[in-house]
């Protein structure tokens, strides 16, 4: 299960795994036209489909009863394109919910559905997608002052991207000090936040915990007992945030702030704490609906709505410079207590 739709991306619902990720393969229509009764059939469906799901079970009621009042008072009348009907629905959902993890979405035409099914396995060109595009990892590199800096742009869902992490990892793990880009990264999978995280912490740490309405239950992340990889649970950390920072990204940052064991620098992130995944509602349109929602162990909340807020506020545009700046001085001071540690 996966936090966040990676709005960027596009690729096709191919199986329960990958569910709330591949949900942002439904492409956009082609100018597909609906009628009244189709609307009425997809806001009848839409309703049931979130009171029987939502995590907020009374939220959910509002939210019903909020999209068939605009259907019964002619707010959808005049709207027979698809895409702009889903658009609409969108926001008049999250008009009552907050909840930005909630989209409505237009499923690709039949025959676009049949023709990818007769070729490859959609699972693996999802695959291939990835591989291709290094798992998200846009730029690693040293930076002045013995600096590493790591830009990556989602956390894949798939375990062969562990070996690109370890890779990523091996490349700065004899850096002073390091810089994670999130500033363009919009979520994905609480794994892979668990994996990566579990690089940065000596002990056993809690990091976060999902609480699902299906079954009451809750799922418990806590770092990793073996990694690959050598751990740098002393190695200053800074992470850089901005608006667009969403989902699974602001997972990242709130269990490193919340431990108190990062420096979070730029722009207040985009509020979306609440997984799910993708339900369809008729052969035209889908929904994705979150089921759960995250609960850190340190604040007994999470960043919905509210977004994570940096312990030093800056610009987007201006966030690595300031970062670069405090890391040159952290990795200083790192290197002088490691020296010190060597004389003894």
């Excluded at 099914?117 to 999802?126: D, F, R, S």
């Excluded at 809750?218 to 190695?235: A, H, I, N, Y």
Aim: a neutral charge; charged letters at 25%.
């Amino acid at each position: 299960m996966f936090y966040s739709i990676p709005h960027l991306r596009l690729f096709k619902l191919i199986s329960v795994l990958l569910s709330i990720v591949i949900f942002s393969s439904i492409a956009q229509s082609t100018n597909l036209e609906i009628n009244a009764e189709q609307r009425k059939e997809v806001v009848e469906s839409i309703s049931q489909i979130i009171i029987e799901n939502y995590i907020f079970p009374e939220v959910a009621e509002k939210n019903a009863t909020y999209i068939q009042k605009q259907l019964k008072t002619g707010e959808y009348n005049k709207i027979i394109d698809a895409d702009k009907f889903a658009t609409k629905l969108t926001l008049d959902l999250q008009h009552i919910n907050h909840d930005k993890h909630m989209e409505v979405r237009v499923n690709k035409p039949e025959k676009a559905h049949s023709e990818q099914e007769q070729t490859n396995n959609p699972h693996l060109e999802y695959l291939k997608q990835e591989q291709q595009e290094n798992y998200g990892f846009k730029e690693i590199k040293i930076l002045e002052g013995n600096v590493g800096y790591v830009d990556f742009r989602y956390f894949s869902g798939f375990d062969s991207a562990k070996a690109t992490v370890d890779g990523v990892l091996q490349l700065i793990k004899n850096t002073d000090a390091i810089i994670f880009d999130l500033r363009k990264n919009d979520g994905g999978s609480p794994e892979m936040v668990q994996y990566i995280c579990s690089y940065f912490f000596g002990e056993k740490t809690h990091l976060n915990s999902l609480y699902w309405r299906k079954g009451d239950r809750t799922q418990e992340f806590w770092t990793l007992d073996e990694l690959p990889g050598k751990r740098m649970p002393d190695v200053p950390l800074f992470v850089l945030t901005s608006k667009y920072t969403f989902s699974g990204a602001e997972e990242f940052a709130y269990n490193f702030k919340t431990r108190k064991r990062a420096t979070i620098v730029g722009e207040n992130t985009g509020g979306g704490a609440n997984p799910g995944g993708p339900i369809e509602v008729n052969k035209y349109f889908s929904i994705n609906v979150p089921t759960g929602r995250a609960i850190n162990p340190i604040t007994q909340t999470n960043w919905e709505g509210t977004g994570v807020t940096p312990n030093i506020e800056t610009t987007a545009s201006n966030a690595f410079n300031k970062a670069h700046v405090l890391a040159q001085s952290s990795a200083e001071t790192y290197r002088k207590a490691k020296e010190k540690t060597k004389a003894r």
